[in-house]
């Protein structure tokens, strides 16, 4: 049974798996989205939200909470330069994990994970504000608009015979 067992260890000792989740980290702060597996994924998603949450406040000692778990210069001052101002705004949700089927050789399920504020693509194709539509009824707004507008009698047409 696995009661009580949230993290999943990937099928790493602990050291192995802090660094694997380190290097994935970089990399996606650094290009903003990479193909890894599901379960990678999942978990990266989880170890580097915090980190993001973190950067919103540019103080040394968050720096150094940051590259603690990073253990990357580049990574640490693209996250706190390009990244942090980009979301300062967001209440978290940072990532956004995309299925994307199976991969060849061992049929490992497949997933995209990228940072929200980053995907253009996507940020071009959002609705912008939508209309809020309405399940009231439209009679009393046509009630309204009907006395505003003289109706014509109508004309009776002559009868052909």
């Known amino acids: 049974m696995r009661h009580n ?4 260890h990937l099928g ?3 050291g192995h798996r802090k660094a694997l989740l ?3 980290a970089s990399s996606l702060i650094l290009h903003k989205r990479i193909t890894t597996t599901l379960a990678k994924a999942k978990a990266l998603r989880s170890y580097v939200e915090p980190l993001i949450s973190k950067s919103k406040e540019d103080t040394t000692h968050s720096r150094r909470v940051v590259f603690s778990y990073l253990k990357d210069k580049n990574a640490v001052s693209e996250l706190f330069r390009t990244v942090a101002p980009k979301v300062a705004d ?3 949700g940072y990532t956004r994990v ?3 089927g199976f991969r060849q050789g061992d049929a490992a399920d497949m997933a995209l994970i990228e940072l929200v504020d980053f995907n ?11 209309k809020k539509s309405t399940r ?3 009679a009393k707004k046509a009630e309204e608009v009907a006395p505003e507008t003289p ?3 109508p004309q009776e047409e002559p009868k052909a015979e």
């Open 12 to 14: 790493r000792k602990s």
């Open 151 to 153: 109706q014509e009698a």
């Open 98 to 100: 995309l299925h994307l």
């Open 136 to 138: 009231r009824s439209r």
């Open 22 to 24: 380190a290097n994935m």
């Open 120 to 130: 253009e693509a996507a940020l071009a194709t959002a609705p912008k504000a939508a």
């Open 90 to 92: 967001r209440p978290g």
């Open 5 to 8: 067992k949230a993290v999943n």
